[in-house]
């Protein structure tokens, strides 16, 4: 059993307890905000980070959501403290949420060191959103708790179920083809985001709450709710409840957070056909725990780990769907031979104990063991010549005739030309050639943007095309689909083989055996590469000059090198 603080050993009371001027300031300016010492006075206090903006619909609940955290934080003896932090809304923000991933993650960070807070909890959803408050918590080292979000309803056009992200594509390739209209577009515009909430697919934001979950990061369940139940509140008001107890006991995230438990949440991505994106966050999270997250980890687990969700875009249902079915846990409870069980979690079990009792309800939408999507997980990572330091393909979500594909490369070299030279007929793009996209990583676009989808030509749509093989260092959209190859590392901005890829060369994936190569002599490549220049930086000031001088790549998972764990905690805040 857990040895539980006194009063005198909670963090807030180097702020509210001694007797001295510099508390007498903190005390009588808490009394400024309406409270007393009957509200502090050895009672933990609670940090909610709350990432609610007016731009960002994922998160427009969230003043609500708040609410039922701090209901729960007053029941159990506590007193919460919300806290506005950075909102990344993925679908206003350019160039991409990801260049400012590391800002929430600093912001989270240092917004729970400077203030007189003994937990904290974490309200996020949207993509990037909660890698970055998990990142920065665990950087910080208090206990917390994190409260997803939840995805949206189901969207809905005609007798047509939509899905967020992955219609919109699906969609948009059959405008240009000229087998919708114009109207339909706009109906669909109008029906495919119903409520608030985040992507309703198994993208990238029901990808990571389903791996924070696994990891033991919120309560049993959380993850799968949607967004407008009613048991989404319950469940804020639980989290909050739960984190006053944490904070007595010192039951801390970074005591648990091993190799173990993310390899866990590997598991997890691959049994529910998860996103490409959650490969570099993963590395991120673990990167502030200590953890190193090789790419041969995630390729070694999927080998051995079935897909069982059948969510789309890899798959039909939604993810209303999943949770009437028996959400994460009855997921989980398939693969439990594969798991660490003995895992601990932020209720105080471990996660066998968590999933011991769940139940398929819909074995349609969730598979049972003996009757798999496929026998495997549904990501890939890929080696070779070109991608020296590794790439990654969701094979799940792509034609199978593409597994093994070899064909001329048709190079665009950044999103500029590819935009202006897409549907020119002089550029000589077939069904079997390899569209590649350079300039688009982490440091070429710069924060490796969601482009990998490459829009296909107009003409080959209109001619019943709907994939091709495309290639580049950028990511692409959770809820997005096709033969996609992405995060080719090193980079072209840095001089990565990736870099020297010219048109008519010979490209060769085989997803059965993990390679992708450029058939292209050593010696000629070494000639490219004498040849070749980097692009002139032209920004010398702010944030993304930042960004730019400390960003690893993306098999390093793209956060700040100076964030990295040192094994070194930062120290707490001198108060005087």
Excluded at 102 to 110: I, T, V
Excluded at 156 to 178: C, F
Aim: charged residues 20%.
């Amino acid at each position: 059993m857990p040895t539980r603080l006194a009063p005198e050993e909670l963090r807030s009371h180097r702020w509210f307890g001694p007797n001295d001027l510099r508390s007498f300031g903190h005390r009588s300016r808490a009394r400024q905000l309406g409270l007393g010492p009957e509200d502090w006075q050895g009672k933990p206090v609670i940090a909610i980070l709350n990432t609610w903006s007016d731009i960002n619909p994922c998160h427009l609940h969230f003043k609500v959501l708040a609410e039922n955290v701090k209901k729960g934080v007053l029941q159990a003896g506590g007193m919460p403290l919300e806290i506005p932090v950075m909102s990344l809304s993925e679908n206003f923000m350019k160039p991409t949420t990801m260049l400012y991933r590391n800002f929430l993650a600093m912001e989270a960070e240092e917004m729970l060191r400077c203030h007189p807070v003994d937990g904290a909890v974490l309200l996020g959803a949207c993509d990037k959103t909660t890698p970055a408050l998990i990142m920065g918590a665990v950087s910080a080292g208090l206990p917390f708790i994190f409260v997803p979000g939840g995805p949206m309803l189901r969207g809905q056009w005609r007798d047509q179920t939509l899905g967020s992200g992955t219609d919109a594509w699906k969609y948009w390739a059959e405008l240009r083809a000229g087998n919708i209209t114009q109207e339909d577009w706009c109906d669909i515009e109008d029906g495919i985001a119903r409520s608030h909430g985040h992507c309703m697919t198994m993208g990238t934001a029901s990808t990571m709450t389903a791996i924070t979950e696994t990891l033991g990061l919120t309560l049993p369940g959380a993850s799968s709710i949607p967004a407008s139940d009613a048991r989404h509140w319950r469940m804020a008001a639980s989290s909050g409840r739960q984190i006053v107890e944490n904070v007595w006991n010192n039951l801390n995230p970074s005591q648990f957070l091993n190799k173990a438990a993310f390899e866990n949440a590997i598991v997890a991505d691959m049994a529910v056909g998860g996103s490409t994106n959650a490969i570099v966050h993963l590395i991120a999270m673990a990167g502030r725990a200590g953890i190193k997250l090789p790419l041969e980890d995630f390729d070694t687990i999927s080998r051995k780990t079935p897909r069982l969700a059948d969510l789309r875009p890899a798959g039909r249902f939604l993810m209303e769907d999943f949770y009437f079915a028996g959400g994460l846990p009855a997921l989980l409870k398939q693969v439990e031979d594969i798991l660490v069980g003995d895992c601990m979690t932020v209720n105080g079990h471990t996660l066998a104990e968590n999933i011991a009792d769940a139940k398929i309800w819909n074995t349609e939408v969730i598979r049972t063991r003996d009757n798999p999507l496929s026998t495997e997980g549904g990501t890939a990572v890929l080696r070779g010549n070109m991608c020296p330091n590794g790439a990654v393909v969701k094979h799940s979500a792509m034609e199978q005739k593409f597994w093994t594909h070899r064909g001329p490369a048709v190079v665009f070299k950044d999103y500029e030309d590819l935009a202006a030279r897409l549907d020119d007929p002089s550029v000589p793009i077939t069904a079997d050639s390899v569209m590649v996209l350079q300039s688009a990583g982490p440091l070429g676009a710069p924060g490796m943007p969601e482009w990998g989808m490459l829009p296909l030509p107009k003409r080959l749509l209109e001619a019943g095309v709907r994939d091709l093989l495309r290639i580049s260092d950028a990511r692409m959209s959770g809820t997005s689909y096709g033969a996609c190859v992405l995060h080719v590392a090193p980079e072209s901005a840095v001089g990565g083989p990736f870099a020297f890829v010219q048109d008519g060369d010979i490209i060769a994936l085989d997803v059965p055996n993990r390679t992708l190569t450029l058939e292209v002599s050593d010696e000629e490549l070494a000639k490219r590469k004498a040849a070749w220049k980097p692009a002139p930086r032209k920004v010398d000031r702010g944030y993304l000059h930042l960004f730019l001088n400390e960003v690893t790549q993306a098999d390093e998972g793209c956060d700040f090198r100076f964030l990295h764990y040192t094994g070194t905690p930062t120290p707490e805040p001198r108060i005087h």
